[in-house]
């Protein structure tokens, strides 16, 4: 069994306030501490819905705009056609993913993590699924993932999540602490 790891890092960062997926934690970036920690845990790696010079990258399908789940798209058609079992994805801005990730989510179908459902297991299986949901007009993870019959599975350690530049000063503050 092969697995593709996605990280999704479409999105406009709003809240953050800039393109959160460069911000620094410890001099590095956001997207390189997680693709870090991912890299482990599958066969071959992508980043969609963003442009990285330093790993393949794919394009939101059907097309920009559509949130995480364009990006999952991408990643479940990439990993079809490229005759993977499954996709893990992640988001860009989770400083602290567990080596355990795909143990914890792997299982009888798709398993998404209950506080964030961006990090989910996808079987390739799932690709036409997806389509019509989001031909339907379906934007939410939760959403499809209950469509597909997913688990929601509590990851441990509970997952960091950078929405706010504040969010990111708390967590190197902990990390700091934790460190000592």
């Known amino acids: 069994m092969t697995i593709c790891g996605a990280i999704l890092a479409g999105g406009r960062s709003r809240r953050f306030g800039g393109d959160k997926a460069e911000a620094l934690l410890d001099g590095k970036r956001l997207i390189d501490r997680v693709a870090e920690a991912l890299?482990?845990?599958v066969d071959v790696l992508v980043i969609c819905g963003r442009e990285e010079s330093r790993h393949r990258c794919l394009e939101d399908w059907p097309e920009?705009?559509?949130g995480?789940?364009?990006g999952l798209a991408a990643a479940l058609h990439f990993a079809e056609r490229e005759s993977h079992?499954?996709?893990l994805s992640?988001?860009?801005d989770i400083p602290n993913l567990p080596g355990t990730l795909l143990d914890q989510l792997r299982g009888?179908?798709?398993g998404i993590a209950d506080s964030q459902p961006v990090i989910g297991y996808w079987p390739v299986a799932l690709s036409p699924l997806l389509d019509a949901f989001i031909a339907k007009g379906g934007r939410a993870l939760y959403a499809f993932a209950e469509?597909?019959?997913g688990r929601r599975i509590a990851i441990d350690p509970p997952l960091a999540n950078i929405n706010r530049p504040a969010d990111l000063e708390k967590f190197a503050r902990r990390s700091s602490r934790q460190d000592r």
Do not use: I, K, N
Request: include cysteine.
């Open 68 to 70: 995480p789940l364009g």
């Open 39 to 41: 890299s482990g845990q």
């Open 85 to 87: 079992d499954a996709v």
């Open 64 to 66: 920009p705009g559509l």
């Open 90 to 92: 992640v988001g860009c």
């Open 108 to 110: 009888a179908g798709p």
């Open 147 to 149: 469509a597909a019959g």
